[in-house]
């Protein structure tokens, strides 16, 4: 059984740096064809994809947040990171971390963490 854990301050000011990790166990993040995610879901809005690493490292971003994000991991630990610079309040949502595959989708999510971009 995978299980994930995003963690991370809960409250960030505007024009910070948003830094969230997510721990995996129960299985590798380096394991082949799988994909680990950051998705967002803003209040009163929809699930939102923020990006991915895959497990042979590559990263990959939506276009609309590619500027701002970094995705990163930490194979010893078992871990992959999120950051997102230069945020608004715009960017308080609930943060996941996901394990996906390709024409296959999610089958591994954490339970969110919120994160509120305030002053």
């Known amino acids: 059984q995978v299980q994930l854990q995003e963690s991370g301050p809960g409250l960030v000011k505007p024009s910070q740096t948003l830094s969230l990790t997510c721990t995996v166990s129960?299985?590798?993040?380096?394991?082949?064809?799988?994909?680990w995610s950051w998705i967002r879901q803003p209040p009163g809005k929809g699930l939102e994809w923020i990006g991915h690493?895959?497990?042979?490292?590559?990263?990959y971003y939506s276009p609309s947040l590619k500027s701002r994000t970094s995705i990163s991991r930490d194979t010893s630990k078992n871990q992959f990171t999120l950051q997102l610079s230069s945020v608004t309040p715009e960017d308080t949502a609930v943060y996941y971390c996901?394990?996906?595959?390709?024409?296959?989708?999610?089958?591994?999510w954490g339970q969110g963490t919120q994160v509120t971009v305030s002053s």
């Open positions: 996901a394990r996906g595959r390709e024409r296959v989708g999610y089958d591994y």
């Open positions: 129960g299985g590798s993040i380096t394991t082949d064809y799988y994909h």
């Open positions: 690493i895959a497990y042979f490292g590559s990263t």
